[in-house]
């Protein structure tokens, strides 16, 4: 079925004149601004951001779910879902797995299934924050920072296990996230709490193979309604201090309080040399994981222009694992997917084409408004001829989404996998 994605230059050529005279007038402008198009092609190309297992499926909400046809019923449908979005972006060359979600039952099997798509893994991500069927201890009154020391064990255990199958399958980094906390006031000691989930990190930590990074990944709130254990991205970086230099921190931009200065933190964390990655998605009210980009544009921006701010300094430890967190009720994850891949890379491009010589000046003389125009003209440019050029350079769509749905793919794996039972997808 992936077969059918391989026509992407017949699609393309229907859009190619028209995409020619956009890229030739945004180029245009761009060198009036003596900004090099070629340099923004070429840097746009080099964008990369991991698909991740859990959301290939229409996911989600706390609520209902509205399953969409063909949807992939295991891991393996999963990597060819992704290898789709893969072919059509050339900008997703891997997958972050979820354990035990997307287990696999042959760890060879899905290794040698990934290589013969071309993709790989990304960070692995554990789950202590639901019991499994077969497990001894309860989680709900915690994983790393239970009372019970069997219950801590067994989450410690639980990780190293997944790093164990990481480093199987290839990737060099675990994400992870703890839904630990409390509902009340009272019901948990808030220091000792925090103490015991630093030892069980430092457990986990110990047992990372050569080269592998343990993300913390933070969250104000849900499922602990009163204080969270790893609340906010003082609690993660002091947790990726004391473990060590393998050890850094996780943004998941959906895991904010509303109106966080999301750039301000990142910035904080990169002077720390411990920004470890993220969870792109977008959000309105709170970890609302819409799609990336679609509620406050201008924040993704503001973020990159943090991150390539970063990168043209070539500051210490600035190594930053992209990756994709949200889910789709509505859309069909592969389409949100490649919506979210182009969002990226817009707010990617905007940020390279910055004038960060003039923003330079204009904060050094105090003036507020040409350094926020200054931005905002970077802003404000239409890249999409860019984003869409480094993509056809590299073998992918032009328009992703009608690419997509000229193939026919979605409707052909229906039939494909409309032969067996079901298990739905959850979301992180
Ligand atoms: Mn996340």
Known sequence: MIGMIDDIATYNDSSANDHERDLEAIS???????????????RIGTFEVAVPSWALGTGGTRFGRFPIEGEPRNVYEKMDDTAVIQKLTRATPRVSLHIPWDEPDDVDRLKAHADDRGLGFDAVNSNTFQDQPDQEHSYKFGSFSHTDPAVRQQAVDHNL???????????EAITIW?????????????????????????TVYDGLPDGW?????????EPAFYATVVQDWGSSLML??????????????????????????????????????????????????????????????????????????DLDNFNPDYMIDQSHNLKDPIEA???????????YAKAVIVDRDALSEYQQANDALKAEETLKQAYETGVSPLVAEARRRQGGALNPVAAFRASGYREAVHEERSDEGYTPPQSL
């Open 28 to 42: 245009e402008r761009l060198d009036r601004r003596g900004i090099d198009a070629e340099a923004v092609i070429d």
């Open 161 to 171: 296990h997944v790093v164990e199958l990481g480093e199987a399958l290839g990737s």
């Open 178 to 202: 703890l839904a630990d906390g409390s509902n009340f006031p009272g019901q948990m000691n808030l220091r000792k709490s925090f103490d015991r989930v630093l030892g069980g990190l430092e």
């Open 213 to 221: 990074r343990l993300y913390t990944e933070h969250k104000p709130y």
């Open 240 to 313: 990726a201090n004391r473990l060590g230099p393998k050890a850094q921190c996780l943004v998941d931009l959906g895991h904010h309080l509303p109106n966080t200065n999301i750039e301000l933190v990142v910035a904080r964390l990169l002077t720390a040399g411990k920004l470890g990655g993220f969870h792109f998605n977008d959000s309105k009210y709170g970890d609302d994981d819409l799609t990336t980009g679609s509620i406050k544009p201008y924040q993704l921006f503001l973020v990159f222009n943090e991150l390539v701010d970063a990168e043209e300094e």
């Open 337 to 347: 997917f490649l919506q979210t891949v182009d969002q990226l890379q817009k707010a």
